[in-house]
Antibody, heavy 121, light 107 residues
Framework: QVQLVQSGAEVKKPGASVKVSCKAS????????ISWVRQAPGQGLEWMGR????????NYAQKLQGRVTMTTDTSTSTAYMELRSLRSDDTAVYFC???????????????WGQGTMVTVS | DIQMTQSPSSLSASVGDRVTITCRAS??????LNWFQQKPGKAPYLLIY???NLQSGVPSRFSGSGSGTDFTLTISSLQPEDFASYYC?????????FGQGTKVEIK
């Protein structure tokens, strides 16, 4: 079945980097986009950015520009999100989500990974 | 950035109740609006896309409506498994933004 499986929990020191993986199965990665969304403890959802698995084009949230890089490896159907210069307020669960396009420019996150807890302390 | 504001932030309801959650965008987004359900410790789950389209596999008691700046998610008859948090999200422009969430609790 269609699923996204993420890498395990991470504990990092302030100033370090983290790279979270998201392996797709049950569909062709390059036919969809991948977005990353994070959720701080007890808080709401925050969009971090997206990558086209087809051509590698990216859009990042302005507040993360310069610290985040999203990539894909089509040979392994895996997407990656790297966040650098970690701070305590980066502590959150990080989700990858498949972006499905519905026409007329509409899209939605229809399949989600299970989430990866990143603790910065 | 487009601000998404949900109301209420939380509500208490009983099984069988009709529940309505509202989402307002800070500018017109046509029907570029999605709704998600999230249970504690789980990933969000897509319920409605493009304002009124039921995602495959989602029970028909969920429905969405609205366009422009005002949107509504309705649960026609609340079931025990529906107690969760609900988020709206605009897909009109980047950055994609979410509402702050509505927590539906058992009365």
């Amino acid at each position: 079945q269609v699923q996204l499986v993420q890498s395990g929990a991470e504990v990092k020191k302030p100033g370090a980097s983290v790279k979270v993986s998201c392996k797709a199965s049950g569909y062709t990665l390059t036919n969809y986009g991948i977005s990353w969304v994070r959720q701080a403890p007890g808080q709401g959802l925050e969009w971090m950015g997206r990558i086209s698995a087809y051509n590698g084009n990216t859009n990042y949230a302005q507040k993360l520009q310069g610290r985040v890089t999203m990539t894909t490896d089509t040979s392994t159907s895996t997407a990656y999100m790297e966040l650098r210069s970690l701070r305590s307020d980066d502590t959150a669960v990080y989700f990858c989500a498949r972006v499905t396009y519905y026409g007329s420019g509409k899209d939605a996150f229809d399949v989600w990974g299970q989430g990866t807890m990143v603790t910065v302390s | 950035d487009i601000q998404m504001t949900q109301s209420p932030s939380s509500l208490s309801a009983s099984v069988g109740d009709r529940v309505t959650i509202t989402c307002r965008a800070s500018q017109s987004i046509s029907t570029y609006l999605n709704w998600f359900q999230q249970k504690p410790g789980k990933a969000p789950y897509l319920l409605i896309y493009a304002a009124s389209n039921l995602q495959s596999g989602v029970p028909s008691r969920f429905s969405g409506s609205g366009s422009g700046t005002d949107f509504t998610l309705t649960i026609s008859s609340l079931q025990p498994e529906d107690f969760a948090s609900y988020y709206c999200q605009q897909s009109y422009i980047n950055p994609r933004t979410f509402g702050q969430g509505t927590k539906v609790e058992i009365k």
